[in-house]
């Protein structure tokens, strides 16, 4: 068969095939409602039955519109369809059904049902905690939880029970602006910030038709919380200072919140570079936390309480500043004659190679319990003596002349390793007496001299030799970093009389045995002292060929002192169980007595007052050395155990 033949061939199949097509039928597309109505009750399930002829072939295809705006069927039947109506009038829909054949014609046919509003629902109430009328007086942040109640009426087969009827919408007006959602019965809002909110609640019964609630509230801005009766046991004080932090945080929103959704978070900043606890959560509201200071300083101790549901600043706070001492030292008291003055050595860590001579006043005392008694605070007496240049200086051991006008000193003021002699006036003046070079005058004591001439000290000047190390006991304190004199008192000490005026110094003792701490009886006669821990008496005129022990025991016994108005009594420190006590010897009675035994501390240096019936010593406790007043003897002389008297109180 030839090309032409063949093309003829096609062309009249083409036109048979498409005169066929047109040539077919259309369907006829029908439906029926079930149930059968001209008006429904929203809501309305309603089911569509396909009653479509294809007039040739079959039909393959439907399609349903519901004409609500849901989604397309294209089941053969459609439904079950409800249908709901939100609006308060009359509403119709539109319900479209097209078919196609197997032929590929097609048919759209339509009906119009109409739909009767269910009846409103009625919301009752709206509880809310905390009441809807107080939350414009309210500060956030809050926790809002709401309640509705909601009926309906007017058809039995429309309700408002399930959870979904029910939308909360919370607006936030004000910046920062947003908007929350929930659904249900029961809502419950968080509100961090203040503003201008808008609440509206919205309930949809099944039938579509729904009723808005509203209310419009302004929450205040976020308070404080409140820092209560902030307390440290220790404001002030020695170091190492240890001090407790007490305190009781709230906040006015808790009832409101819940502690456990606030949660308070507490930070207390020591001042020293270190804080607690940083930032857990406490559940506790009464807190106690406790700090030790380890070196002196002013310290601002702050508290801060705070959220982190409340904006910064909220965080409240509230101070306390710790003041953290030196340690303060009055040493080696010596009481004038004149029963008016006390001279002492002073010394505090903020310096601690520096030994100042100082001057406490007495006054009389109006009560009559004692002759004396102490005027004005410690710290602001009068200093006698001081290095002002910026090395250390030791200026220790001063004792009064006879007329209570001046004192004497053993001091290395000029920068050498070992100590003179100095006299010491009132407006840091002084006089240098001795100046021994490589030897030590030391332990200076004035003689019973109306011409205030003589004074009796020890010294190592006619020793070459340097072994035997002696430490004056009790200048410093037990504390960190402590630094004792750095002079040198070595070697062999025998008793040396000085003539201020001349200058002169002749040996009083020749010993292969250290005597030292000489005192001289009242009459100026004879010269107690210290010689192989015991302490022992003798004749100024023949100190070698007199020399009595009086004090004997198996305890290191030093310091002796004489009475001024009672020649029998000898008042001297002895070293026992592990600490320094002052005693006093009764020559008459060749007994001794305890003045500070019963102290579990030490207590050394007496000085006695002019009229034998005090001692002045010096007492360690837990900040340093201070000046206690023993009253130790009747006004005839005998040994009578009286009042206690602390001068210098811990600073």
Not at 281 to 303: A, D
């Amino acid at each position: 068969m030839n090309d032409k033949l063949w093309f003829v061939l096609f062309l009249a199949v083409a036109v048979a095939g498409a005169l066929f097509i047109v040539s077919a039928p259309k369907p006829e597309a029908a439906f029926e409602i079930h149930p059968m109505q001209t008006l429904y009750d929203a809501p309305a399930t309603l089911t569509f039955t396909d009653t479509s002829i294809a007039h040739g072939g079959s039909i393959v295809r439907w399609e349903w519109d519901f004409g609500d705006g849901s989604p397309k069927d294209t089941a053969h039947n459609a439904g079950p369809h409800t249908y709901r109506v939100r609006t308060d009038d009359l509403t119709e829909f539109k319900v479209t059904l097209t078919v196609w054949t197997s032929r590929g014609r097609s048919s759209e046919t339509q009906q119009t049902i109409q739909l009767r509003p269910a009846p409103k629902p009625v919301i009752t109430n709206v509880l809310s905690d905390p009441p809807l009328e107080k939350l414009t007086n309210i500060h956030a942040p809050i926790v809002v939880t709401l309640e509705a109640f909601a009926q309906q009426e007017g058809r039995p087969h429309v309700s408002v029970e399930d959870e979904a009827a029910y939308v909360w919408v919370l607006t936030s007006i004000t910046a920062p602006a947003g908007t929350e959602r929930r659904i249900g019965r029961v809502a419950t809002f968080t509100l961090a910030n203040a503003g201008d909110y808008n609440l509206v609640l919205t309930v949809t019964n099944t039938g579509g038709t729904f009723e808005t609630w509203s209310h419009k509230f302004i929450l205040q801005p976020p308070q404080s919380a409140v820092i209560q009766n902030l307390t440290l046991s220790n404001l002030s004080g020695i170091y190492p200072l240890t001090t407790t932090a007490a305190f009781e945080a709230t906040h006015p929103n808790e009832s409101l919140l819940g502690a456990d959704r606030l949660k308070l978070k507490y930070e207390i900043d020591w001042g020293d570079g270190t804080s607690w606890p940083a930032a857990d959560v406490l559940p506790e509201r009464k807190i106690n936390v406790e700090k030790t200071y380890s070196k002196p300083g002013l310290y601002t101790t702050t508290v801060r309480v705070f959220s982190d549901l409340l904006p910064v600043e909220t965080i409240t706070s509230d101070t306390k500043v710790v003041e953290v001492k030196y340690h303060v030292n009055f040493m080696m008291p010596a009481w004038s004659a004149d029963f008016t003055k006390i001279a002492f050595v002073y010394r505090d860590d903020s310096r601690p190679g520096f030994y100042e001579i100082r001057l406490a006043t007495l006054q009389a005392d109006q009560t009559g319990r004692q002759p004396w008694q102490f005027a004005g605070e410690m710290f602001s007496e009068t200093t006698l003596f001081r290095r002002t240049a910026a090395a250390q200086a030791t200026n220790i051991l001063p004792a009064w002349d006879t007329e209570g006008d001046q004192v004497v000193i053993m001091s290395d003021v000029d920068g050498q390793h070992t100590t003179d002699l100095y006299t010491v006036g009132e407006r840091d003046t002084s006089n240098r007496l001795t100046r021994l070079g490589d030897a030590t005058a030391a332990m200076p004591v004035w003689m019973s001299d109306p011409n205030q001439k003589y004074i009796l000290f020890a010294s190592n000047r006619d020793h070459t030799d340097t072994s035997g190390q002696y430490v004056l006991p009790g200048i410093g304190v037990d504390i960190p970093d402590q630094r004792s004199p750095k002079i040198a008192l070595t070697g062999t000490y025998e008793i040396y009389k000085l003539d201020t005026i001349s200058g002169a110094i002749s040996r009083i003792t020749y010993s292969t045995y250290s005597h030292r701490w000489p005192t001289v009886s009242p009459d100026g006669t004879q010269v107690a002292f210290e010689m192989r821990n015991n302490i022992y008496t003798a004749s100024l005129a023949a100190p070698d060929s007199d020399v009595q022990l009086i004090v004997g025991s198996p305890y290191t016994d030093s310091f002796p002192r004489w009475n001024p108005q009672f020649p029998h009594l000898i008042a001297f420190t002895r070293y026992r169980q592990d600490r320094w006590e002052t005693w006093v010897y009764d020559l008459k009675a060749r007994t001794e007595s305890p003045v500070s035994a019963e102290e579990m501390t030490d207590v050394l240096y007496p000085s006695w007052s002019p009229d034998g019936r005090f001692l002045v010593c010096q007492k360690q406790d837990e900040a340093g050395w201070r000046l206690v007043v023993y009253e130790v003897a009747d006004d005839k002389g005998q040994l009578s155990r009286g009042a206690v008297t602390n001068l210098v109180a811990a600073p």
